[in-house]
């Protein structure tokens, strides 16, 4: 049996892995000159890896696959508690640490915790601030969400679907569950070992799926590779952009579940100073600016110089795109020096990474609008000989992940396996 898989990010990779493991050779299809998709590491940018893409491990879980990785490969890892290395700017203008501030703070704390104890569930016709708002969060809880937990979700209140995030608001297991852990020897570590023994074909750019007898991918440099079945695990934003032409059309299902779903715009700004701007324990700053996230990757030096990567979506990517690369970076300065308290601070260099515009990705990662909770699980529906992977095609507490992507992957090698 062949099978193709177009995409080389970590859903393609980890579906050719999992069907080489059962004894399937597949041929991956990527358009980039690289692998890794959207997870992308830097080694030019500074003296210590820098990611441009998707930076972190979340949690701990047995469903975080991406420690298995990690073991087997012998990577090393540091752990990002979100409390005493991270410091907030709070709505009241105090400068503490994160644990402090919610500490000192009922209503911070509970945009942290999601610990809403009996409070109703949300619908699926509700966006986020929309149910905040009838369980009774105030305006200040409300930009606490808007800067963090929202602008981590890739889009702003009034596009997230509340019954969506449902994991969260009732099955939460505290701060410690949903701390982050970073790969210090790079991301690309891990999506290397991975990728290890496959046959990938580079600046692939494939054009045309036509599985009306089998499958044919067609790519614009006019290759024609063939094959029984493909995976499929694009970017939402490529499926929606048409850039890609099935034959025949998709069916209504797989319309439906594009409809419901959105490419989120997000987005990073990249800095390299030549010293440190804080003392060597603090990471990470939530400031009341744009952009609202910071972390620094040189957590734990002493001195010499330091990356600090500024990160934003939704509203907040949309203003900056609004400004252009330059003027960007220039606002991401400046929040920068007012939540340090520097006004003369100064770059090495900078990098703006726009991942809406970038004509592979066309955006940071899915968010489920409101109405169209099913979307999901559509969009992950096998069509025979289509099957589907990548992150938008993960249940809903799986998404906007590493190891959300990789576990659409090993689930249509495995649905391949099962079939034939």
């Not at 074909?201 to 599985?211: F, Q």
């Not at 330059?326 to 990098?351: C, N, S």
């Amino acid at each position: 049996m062949k099978v193709l898989v177009i995409g080389a990010g970590i859903a393609g990779l980890s579906a050719a892995y999992h069907l080489k493991r059962a004894g399937i050779e597949a041929t991956v299809l990527e358009a980039r000159d690289r692998i890794g998709g959207r997870v992308w590491t830097d080694r030019d940018f500074a003296d210590i890896p820098v990611e441009f893409g998707a930076e972190l491990i979340h949690g701990r879980s047995a469903e975080v696959n991406t420690w298995e990785w990690v073991v087997k490969l012998g990577l090393r890892t540091w752990h990002w508690n979100k409390l005493d290395d991270s410091m907030i700017r709070t709505e009241e203008g105090d400068w503490l640490t994160m644990g402090e501030a919610r500490a000192a703070s009922a209503e911070l704390d509970v945009t942290r915790s999601w610990d809403l104890g009996d409070a109703p569930a949300a619908r699926n016709d509700e966006d986020l601030g929309r149910y905040l708002r009838r369980i009774g969060f105030s305006e200040k809880q409300l930009r606490y969400v808007e800067r963090s937990f929202a602008n981590a979700e890739g889009e702003s209140m009034d596009r997230l679907n509340a019954a969506a995030h449902a994991h969260l608001f009732k099955d939460s297991d505290g701060e410690d569950e949903g701390s982050d852990y970073r790969i210090l020897d790079g991301y690309d570590s891990y999506y290397q070992g991975l990728a290890d023994g496959l046959d990938i074909r580079l600046n692939c750019v494939v054009r045309t799926i036509d599985w009306a007898d089998g499958v044919r991918a067609i790519t614009d440099g006019g290759e024609d590779y063939s094959a029984d079945v493909a995976v499929i695990t694009l970017p939402l934003g490529l499926l929606q952009s048409g850039r890609l032409r099935f034959a025949p059309a998709l069916p209504p299902m797989k319309k439906e579940a594009l409809s419901g779903l959105k490419m989120g715009p997000v987005m990073k700004l990249v800095y390299l100073f030549d010293e440190p701007l804080l003392a060597s324990s603090i990471g990470a700053i939530y400031a009341r600016g744009n952009p609202p996230m910071w972390w620094s990757p040189s957590l734990g030096r002493e001195g010499g110089a330091t990356v600090w990567t500024g990160f934003f979506s939704g509203d907040y990517a949309r203003e900056m795109l609004a400004l252009g690369e330059e003027q960007a970076i220039q606002k991401g300065l400046e929040t920068l020096r007012q939540e340090i308290g520097d006004p003369t601070l100064q770059y090495v260099k900078a990098r703006w990474v726009n991942w809406p515009e970038d004509p592979y990705a066309l955006g940071g990662y899915s968010v489920c609008l409101p109405g169209h909770y099913e979307a999901r699980e559509k969009l992950a529906k096998a069509t025979p000989p289509l099957y589907w992977a990548g992150e938008a095609s993960a249940p809903h507490h799986l998404t906007a992940m590493v190891h959300g992507a990789y576990f659409t992957g090993q689930r249509a090698a495995q649905e391949i396996v099962e079939s034939f």
